[in-house]
């Protein structure tokens, strides 16, 4: 059985939110949030144990690909610019909300995911490159195949569920709705979304977006790691796990109905 020690690395490791650990593991979110904030300093043997049971197995056939990695939650910095900028006192990770971010200078871009701040670091020249041309071929390939679907890239912010606890930026969305495409930010689940990995975002964009995509609806996701030169596609609808291309590929668009087909080795000859 994990002491509390281990469970809260395991909890970071993992990239659960409290929400997700009691949905898990049947114990009171209530109960959860005073464990993992130190509150409860000796938890009942059987919170423990369904604790570590729960954080023992994961259903993320993928985590082991990111397991080594570091989270990227919002630094202290971004703590004291934002007390500093609004006199307010500071809510605790887990508990943001849509109006919090708002709150922050304009210089400084975060998302939101289930209440937990993310700072948005620059990206690497690869990885603007490997943005501008997908979009475009996106864009192409979408305005050929006569859906009426729209292309946009990073930074546009995506309501994912239409709450308060989340507000997304995929590097890519395709969006098909025109009466949720608003003017500050996509209200629900895109028809599909891309993220292009960076050494900083991987177990977020690998575990925690893959779920919340799946969650809300996202019909398709694809996944793109520049270092490794692959990309999963997750295709929700069908697939439980992604179908992996190389960056010598063609990968057919899956919400297209196999109208479109994106050629990436035009993608890695413009790096």
Not at 1 to 16: A, P, Y
Not at 23 to 32: A, D, I, N, Y
Not at 232 to 248: A, G, H, I, N, R
Not at 250 to 257: C, G
Request: aromatic fraction near 10%; charge should be negative; charged fraction near 30%.
């Amino acid at each position: 059985m994990m002491s509390i020690r281990q469970l809260k690395e395991r909890k970071k490791e993992l990239g659960f939110t409290n929400e997700m650990i009691a949905e898990k593991s049947g114990v009171p979110l209530s109960t959860v949030q005073k464990i993992f904030c130190g509150a409860t300093k000796h938890p009942r043997y059987d919170t423990l144990l369904a604790l570590t049971k729960a954080l023992s197995e994961c259903n993320y056939d993928l985590a082991t690909y990111v397991m080594q990695e570091e989270a990227a939650e919002y630094s202290v910095e971004y703590e004291k610019q934002f007390q500093e900028d609004t006199n307010s006192r500071w809510p605790r990770q887990g508990h943001y909300t849509v109006q919090d971010i708002r709150a922050l200078p304009d210089e400084i871009r975060v998302e939101l995911i289930d209440g937990v701040i993310y700072d948005m670091t620059a990206p690497r020249l690869r990885h603007q490159i490997i943005l501008l041309e997908l979009a475009v071929a996106f864009r192409e390939c979408i305005k050929a195949s006569g859906s009426g679907c729209k292309v946009t890239i990073a930074p546009r912010d995506v309501r994912l569920f239409g709450d308060d606890r989340h507000m997304e930026q995929p590097d890519i969305l395709i969006t098909c709705d025109k009466s949720k495409d608003l003017e500050d930010y996509y209200d629900g689940a895109p028809e599909l979304t891309v993220e292009i990995l960076s050494p900083s975002t991987r177990r977020k964009d690998f575990i925690i977006k893959t779920r919340y995509y799946e969650m809300a609806g996202v019909r398709e996701y694809w996944i793109v790691d520049p270092a490794k030169e692959k990309v999963l596609v997750f295709f929700f609808e069908e697939d439980k796990l992604p179908v992996t291309y190389s960056f010598d590929d063609k990968i057919p668009i899956r919400i297209s109905d196999g109208k479109c087909v994106i050629d990436f080795r035009q993608i890695a000859d413009a790096l």
